[in-house]
Nanobody, 124 residues
């Protein structure tokens, strides 16, 4: 199996920045599609960003486009989410996910492995 562990969450003010990390272990995941999702209390889990196994292709939700950046370091088996210009609506638990195959998906049920989540809170 593949294990994913998120880190880097915390409390920031509106307009601040935060970088989340997701460390992968177990079976090689360099060829997997990696993504970030988030879930606020009493809300549906929603897609944030995804990246191809090569790192050459990225996809962002409209809410994240222009503010967030996703990247990966295959040598370290780690994927990152750089979040800038944070807003209170970004407050949520952020999850790292991995998907077997080459097709990019924004649907949570398509992903095979998940991390435990890291809390991001943005104060106004």
């Amino acid at each position: 199996q593949v294990q994913l562990v998120e880190s880097g969450g915390g409390l920031v003010q509106t307009g601040g920045s935060l970088r989340l990390s997701c460390a992968a272990s177990g079976r090689t995941v360099s060829r997997y599609r990696l993504a970030w999702f988030r879930q606020a209390p009493e809300k549906e889990r929603e897609f944030v960003a995804a990246i191809s196994w090569s790192g050459g292709s990225t996809l962002f939700a409209d809410s994240a486009k222009g503010r967030f950046t996703i990247s990966r370091d295959n040598a370290k088996n780690t994927v990152y989410l750089q979040m800038n210009s944070l807003k209170p609506v970004d407050t949520a638990v952020y999850y790292c996910a991995a998907k077997i195959g080459t097709v990019v998906s924004t649907t949570a049920s398509r992903y095979d492995y998940w991390g435990q989540g890291t809390q991001v809170t943005v104060s106004s």
